[in-house]
């Protein structure tokens, strides 16, 4: 037999179920657009997609280009006067507890803040690593890892040569050289590895295998052949229509470009970050990925930065 049902009691009922799934939808809506809005107000921080040049410190200038061509790539050098007044090249101390674990990561931001620099940018490779989330990832800040190669900071080598992994080597003279013998000469100061160098006596290095040689995010370091003047090249990738990065071989022509006697790529992808310091505090000049997440910067093993003095002004200019 049916059971009779007050009308405002079923009408009350019927609200009540249509507002609260429209409430869970709506917080699980909600939910999701919380990490969305954060990736876009990320991507909204990213250096614009105009060309800069601008000088940042005495010895210090700074170049940012756009390239449309073959596929769109934004390219940041900088080209550093080494004989110039207040100029000291740091690599990031050791701080070795094994033979595979020489130093604590931190990322390029902090290791600028740390040491009080006023330029810095990733170097070496390192090993263990891990990317799978946003938030399953080695090595975090303060975390071990060992460091690829021949690693000096001050005097002190921390890292060992290691065969294949060739080397700049800053001397107490702030004399700079790659070497490809993979160990620095005594008396060196300052010293990361990288994996190839892609110029030498001013050429392009041929044997860059091509299913290798695909564009990437890239951090170089290069120099002329007197030793005194330095360029860093990063380039931006693994952003659809904003950078999509360099092949080795066409990072190795951009080094000719500069002047380069030689160059040596070091650790890329992720890593690539460069940072400088303001009265403000560290500002980005290009765009890291790290876990996939635009301006998120990856804690790396070491670093290289430069202690600089400041300009009597700044001026800068867009073309």
Known sequence: MPVAVCPLHFLLAMMKSFFSKRWWHGLGLGILAVPLLGVGWMVLQRPPQTNVEQPLFQGIEYRREFRRSPRPVMVHTVAIDLTAPGLKVLVTPGNQQSIESETTARTTSEFLQEFRLQLAVNASFFHPFREVTAWDYYPASGERV???????????????????????????????????????????????????????????????????????????????????????????????????????????????????????????????????????????????????????ERPVANHLGFYASPLPTAPHRER
């Open 146 to 296: 060992g460091v690829v190669g021949q690693a000096i900071a001050t005097g002190v080598e921390y890292s060992l040569p290691l065969a294949q992994w060739p080397v700049l080597c800053i001397s107490a003279a702030q004399q700079a050289q790659i070497s490809t013998a993979v160990q620095c000469p005594a008396g060196t100061m300052q010293a990361v590895a990288g994996n190839r160098v892609i110029v030498k006596d001013g050429k392009a290095i041929e044997a860059i295998e091509a299913a290798d040689d695909r564009p990437y995010a890239r951090t170089a370091v290069a120099v002329d052949a007197t030793g005194q003047r330095l360029w860093l090249i990063v380039v931006d990738a693994k952003q659809w229509r904003y950078s999509e990065g360099v092949t080795l071989a066409e990072l190795a022509e951009m080094a000719i470009g500069l002047g380069a006697d030689r160059a040596l790529n070091l650790d890329g992808g992720g890593s690539t970050t460069l940072v400088m310091g303001t009265a403000k505090g560290v500002q980005l000049l290009n765009a890291p990925v790290h876990t996939k997440i635009p301006m998120r």
